[in-house]
């Protein structure tokens, strides 16, 4: 048998060890760190996958309010389609029964235009008749009616039969290809006449229902003005690249892009080169936003900045209204302070002549009032008062009028060197003892170096009456050189049996009195 313990015994007891017990206390944190950690990550997941479900639920809420938006504009353009052909037909009409009353009616076509009726009535009988040629050399012609054209050619250009195919024929001579040859050198340039009549097209080729947003061209003239622009642009190689291209050009090319509706979206950086490079237009700005560059302008108002044209930023900065992003006073104080730095540059460059400092005093007066006029443009007299840059342009008015002023003329009195009597006018001879007498000059009479042994006591010679008068030399005679007489050979000599001039000792010749100077 075994043996029983005795319970009164103390049997040996099991102790936990202290490792044991750090290791499953590590083990519980790790496991509430990890159960923490994966908690947030779903979590996170959960928040995530929230927030995109509600993007997706505002994008479909989106495109479907596109959609219908643009499914009711569709279907308005389907409606209005019938309406506006209508409109078109009737104008059409209306122009061919013109037409063919004008041609009837026996009109001077030559006559002279003498107010805005009457240069509203010549612009529409070019249209009527489609004179498209007799057309742009009128326009050509009245540079100097250039506002009252702009009023008037919209209403002539709506009696055409057909107004694109009208105005691409009459711009055709110079756009997109200028045809005139050496015609079109020395500054002939007719870019704004293009800009003008592409311009007065577009009210005319809007969609009279729904506006705008549909241009009433034909395809065939659509077209057309497709192959125009495709031209243009191939020739810019031979143009010098769009950095070299004249802004004339630039600006008849953009503005027929928009008049057409033919803007490519893969020519966008195109576009934007061509409107920074020709910033300075006052049209580029709404040019700009019409070729679709609206999301681009930030970008090119930062590089106009950069490029010195911060008055250009101006202009475009609130036609996209981001003058809160591009404060316009620093810019326009930027611009000022380029402008004086650059006059002052050309005037204190001794190298330059008057003519560069003329074209500096320009520069700074140019400077001053493109920034008061943009200043009283955007109403910002409260934060840039233009009164300062007045009083400047003024002072620089001012210097410009007095150096314009002639130099004072001194009088013309001269004096002798040797007696201080006064000179003879310029006409009058250059001999020294010239003088200026009404009456016919008498024969002079030079001593001749041959009779210079002539004794100088022999008694005076007395001139006769008949050649002098009562005009007797004064008893004052002023010393006479023979060293600047002329040569005697060019008067006859005198008579053998005249005695020598002994009365005006040492070759004196005779003065006359100043009244005879006169």
């Not at 509706?261 to 580029?284: N, P, T």
């Not at 008068?469 to 010393?479: K, L, Q, W």
């Amino acid at each position: 048998m075994g043996t029983i313990s005795d319970p009164g015994e103390l049997s040996e007891l099991t102790h936990p060890s202290f490792d044991e017990f750090q290791r499953q206390t590590s083990l519980m944190t790790s496991c509430t760190l990890l159960w923490k950690e994966l908690s947030d990550h779903f979590t996170n997941l959960e928040q995530d996958l929230l927030k995109k479900s509600e993007a997706l639920r505002h994008k479909i809420q989106t495109l479907d309010h596109q959609t219908k938006e643009s499914l009711d504009e569709l279907e308005k353009r389907e409606v209005s389609i019938q309406g506006s052909v209508q409109i078109a037909l009737g104008k059409v009409e209306k122009s061919m029964e013109a037409a063919l009353k004008a041609l009837e009616k026996d009109g001077d076509e030559n006559g002279e235009v003498d107010d805005d009726d009457g240069l509203l009535l010549k612009l529409k009988s070019f249209c009527l008749e489609m004179d498209s040629g007799g057309f742009w050399r009128f326009i050509t012609g009245k540079k100097k009616e250039l506002e009252a054209l702009r009023a008037k050619i919209h209403l002539a250009l709506a009696e055409c039969i057909d107004p694109p195919r009208f105005v691409l024929e009459a711009i055709s001579e110079v756009f997109p290809l200028d045809k005139r040859g050496e015609k079109s050198d020395g500054g002939n340039d007719l870019g704004w006449a293009c800009v003008l009549v592409l311009e007065s097209l577009i009210p005319v080729v809007v969609d009279p229902v729904i506006g705008k947003s549909r241009i009433l061209v034909t395809p065939s003239m659509k077209e057309r003005a497709k192959e125009i622009a495709e031209t243009w642009k191939a020739s810019l190689e031979e143009r010098g690249g769009i950095e070299n291209v004249r802004t004339p050009d630039v600006h008849t090319f953009l503005q027929h892009l928009v008049t057409f509706g033919i803007v490519k979206r893969e020519d966008v950086d195109m576009y934007r080169k061509l409107v920074v490079g020709s910033a300075w237009r006052k049209q580029m700005p709404k040019l700009a936003v019409s070729l679709g560059l609206g999301d681009i302008m930030p970008d090119m108002i930062e590089e106009l900045i950069s490029r010195g044209q911060q008055l250009d930023a101006v202009h475009f900065t609130y036609e996209v209204g981001l003058a809160d992003k591009f404060p316009p006073v620093p810019l326009l104080k930027a611009y000022l302070k380029d402008a004086k730095k650059a006059a002052a540059a050309i005037s204190e460059d001794p190298n330059n002549t008057g003519r560069a400092m003329h074209l500096a005093a320009r520069k700074e007066q140019s400077a001053l009032r493109a920034v008061i006029k943009c200043i009283e443009e955007y109403k910002l007299q409260a934060e840039f008062p233009p009164e300062n840059l007045k009083k400047r342009l003024e002072q620089l008015e001012k210097v410009k009028v007095e150096k314009r002023k002639p130099a004072p003329v001194p009088a013309n009195k001269r004096t002798r060197a040797n007696s201080g009597g006064p000179m003879p006018p310029a006409k009058a001879g250059r001999l020294t003892n010239a003088y200026v007498s009404s009456y016919p000059a008498a024969p002079a009479f030079v001593r001749s170096p041959s009779h210079s042994q002539y004794p100088a006591g022999v008694p005076p010679y007395h001139s006769p009456p008949s050649m002098y008068g009562s005009r007797s030399p004064p008893t004052n005679p002023y010393t006479y050189s023979p060293e600047a007489a002329p040569h005697a050979g060019s008067f006859p000599s005198p008579p053998m049996s005249y005695p020598a001039y002994g009365g005006y000792g040492n070759a004196m010749a005779p003065a006359y009195q100043p009244a005879y100077y006169r």
